[in-house]
Nanobody, 112 residues
Framework: VQLVESGGGLVQAGGSLRLSCSAS????????MGWYRQAPGKQRELVAS???????YYADSVKGRFTISRDNAKSTVYLQMNSLKPEDTAVYYCKLEYYNYWGQGTQVTVSS
């Protein structure tokens, strides 16, 4: 299984970014996917997840600002991040839920 994230970068507060995670070596449509983040000195936390049936979950801190979606034809999961805040700064990882497969991470930095 290989998960490859892209789309991170530096953005000003209030801006937007879209992260992508492309999966291979797995029957993507059968699996739930998650986006996690880890800020310096903090534990990794779940940001959003999506089931194989397209049901999303969001952490309270991102509800109303982030949207998770998936394209099974492309074996890709997305995280649209709007109204970004400095506290969203972290390395963002995608994960094959229920299995210990992680991407390499992509840095998101939000300047104030």
């Amino acid at each position: 299984v290989q998960l490859v994230e892209s789309g991170g970068g530096l953005v000003q507060a209030g801006g937007s970014l879209r992260l992508s995670c492309s999966a291979s070596g797995v029957i993507f449509s059968h699996n739930a996917m998650g986006w996690y983040r880890q800020a310096p000195g903090k534990q990794r936390e779940l940001v959003a997840s999506i089931t194989s049936g397209d049901s999303p979950y969001y952490a309270d801190s991102v509800k109303g600002r982030f949207t998770i979606s998936r394209d099974n034809a492309k074996s890709t999961v997305y995280l649209q991040m709007n109204s970004l805040k400095p506290e969203d700064t972290a390395v963002y990882y995608c994960k094959l839920e229920y299995y210990n497969y992680w991407g390499q991470g992509t840095q998101v930095t939000v300047s104030s």
